[in-house]
DNA sequence: CCTTGAAATGAAATCGATACCATTCTTTGT
DNA sequence: ACAAAGAATGGTATCGATTTCATTTCAAGG
């Protein structure tokens, strides 16, 4: 491999003139420069990558740490980082933490110690103090996805959960359903608490409240789903509705519903929330919110990207949205009655 | 940061020695390995990769280009090269090429400047010749998962095609199918000539041949399933069966034979090709072929860990295999004709 | 008692770049 | 004509480790 001496050499200059044509700082006479990089053309040479970082203190690599990358919804988040990152020259290395704290822990100081320029974390839990130290000490600067887990946190971006659960609920509400039964999500997580705002918001803007629905707590996860639908329907069958807090829920609940004899959405309507690939293949096709994980990734490396040229300073915050997805799960209430 | 020289300030030892603790290798006296421990401790040492990897020539960083990061079955593989390289403590590079040339060729030679320690590729097409140049120079080895598109590879892990295609196709002509439709996915990609060879052996096994059944080509994806769906039903309605390449290909078939009112598996049996996520949430549960992606990457991934510590030389070959899962899309055909 | 080799250690070179400083050569303004 | 500012360049230190080599110490074997 050829190095920035052969190249200085070829060029008949010193290695300061040739580092200062391949970064593009300083001044460099015209005949010099193109010297020079016929001489790299000759040559084949590139950068050593290790070396400008070591020496510069900056490596171009963006850390991301996600829960679970074999995840399609952090598969996306990934895809979203890493397209943002592309035009700007920057590699990507990624971890996982599994929802384990120590997992995390490594993962985070695996970013650190590859001298990342910067993080995108989506943490389940919060960041363990000695890992805070470390990365604060590192002073790399971190975005936070969804819930920001990270008290050094200088963005963070999350989803419009509240909004979002307000559309679905409200969409129920105007199908004239009122008897319904939401199916949050893990209470833990951060999400599901403002998604249940949400819910809240939308009834209390018809009079309602609450109460006036059944609310079940769980893990995003279909046997959540399928398990809280065969309990359901072997205690009460006068609900109409049913707002799933995540499309795999809904998957779940699908099956439940189908053992029990039950018909979506002539006996019970149901909506879900992610828009995940499944969604418009279940039948009936799945009404839902859709959220797009790409963008959320997309825009934290961007808010990372600003942080390290020193264009933000932050904190920055951002809220991404949701919108509706209409399909053929829910159907009118009364249209619901006709057929029972 | 504290660096190695300041370990052996404190410990009051030449920084040679604090770099044989840390590395493991070379003499050092059981008083002096103590107090070396000690002052690494207390100083909350930790070794900077970049420096290391300059000197030694080893990043400890693994690259994996896939095609599309974003997609579920990538990042399953990639979740499979995580786990595998984690305990030897490497970390992972990730890029994707998106079926283009010129951004997998940008992709590979990235992580060649990042000087990582192997590369994992998947690629759908064949690799330029400028990079297999750059790859070869850089002495990197290089394991592919599917087709084997750079000459270069030590190693190479593929999907046991040809045995999965004809396990589905014998479930068919077990349940008395005879009139068969087969959608293969691109027959420009490699993968769907194994299935494609794997149909014929099934077929030819109980006498029949490639030209008793209906064969059409198209992509790996939702649409195809359903104009092929569609298309055919105009044309004919004979067939009892149809093998999909793939189960997005399945979902989209669905789709079609829903719209025709024709239900799986009484009038038309369906089998897939994957397993991926949604094909037990479809309705009817699509039976399929189980492959998972997680232990292409997890071999990949240890086909290059033993290239790279000596202890495997290459080049190295292995077959992962299929299973069949059996849900409720195919039905015995006499049962079908019964209900027509 | 001397030789030999293993054990233990440190000094200095090195990896390949950039940063910083000093120097020289042009301009330009007065 | 001279000072001052800008353009252009090279030399050297440096980033933080590993590697190589030379040296010293020590125990075992003849």
């Known amino acids: 491999m050829a190095t920035i001496s052969d190249v200085s050499k070829r060029a008949g200059v010193s290695r300061s003139t040739v580092s200062r044509v391949v ?4 001044y460099v006479s015209e005949a010099n420069r193109r010297a020079i990089e016929v ?4 040559l084949g040479y590139r950068p050593n990558t290790l070396a400008r970082a070591l020496r510069s203190n900056r490596s171009n690599v963006i850390g991301a740490v996600v829960v679970d990358i074999g995840t399609p919804y952090f598969a996306n988040i990934i895809f979203g980082v890493q397209r943002a990152i592309r035009p700007a020259g920057k590699s990507l290395m990624v971890s996982s933490g599994y929802a384990d704290q120590d997992q995390e822990a490594r993962a985070i100081v695996e970013m650190v110690d590859r001298s990342c320029d ?3 974390l989506y943490l389940e839990r919060p960041m363990r103090a000695d890992v805070v130290e470390i ?6 600067p971190v975005v936070s996805i969804g819930h920001d887990h990270c008290p050094l946190s200088r ?3 999350a989803l419009d959960n509240f909004e979002g659960a307000r559309m679905a609920m409200r969409h129920l509400l105007e199908q004239g359903h009122r008897n319904i039964v939401y199916l949050s999500g893990d209470p833990e997580i951060g999400d599901a608490k403002d998604r249940l705002k949400g819910v809240e918001a939308a009834l209390t803007e018809i009079g309602m409240s609450l109460s006036d629905i059944e609310v079940q707590a769980g893990l995003f996860h279909e046997d959540f789903g399928y398990e809280a639908g065969r309990a359901l329907l072997r205690r009460r069958r006068d609900f109409t509705a049913v707002f799933a807090g995540a499309d795999v829920i809904a998957a779940g609940l699908y099956l439940a519903l189908g053992e ?15 828009d995940a690939y499944h969604a418009k293949f279940m039948s009936p096709p799945l009404t839902t919110i859709r959220q797009q994980p790409d963008v959320l990734g997309g825009q934290a490396a961007n808010q990372l990207l600003g942080l390290l ?3 933000e300073t932050g904190p920055l915050q951002s809220l991404v949205g949701t ?3 209409v399909r053929s799960s829910v159907a009118m209430r009364h249209l619901a009655k006709e057929v029972a």
């Open 23 to 26: 970064s593009g700082n300083g």
């Open 39 to 42: 001489a790299i053309a000759e």
């Open 118 to 120: 910067g993080i995108v």
């Open 135 to 140: 990365v604060r000490q590192a002073k790399i």
């Open 155 to 157: 963005g963070r971006v």
């Open 260 to 274: 029990a004899g039950l018909r979506v959405p002539d006996d019970i309507s149901v909506i879900g929330f992610d």
């Open 309 to 311: 040229t020193g264009s």
């Open 323 to 325: 919108s509706l997805v």
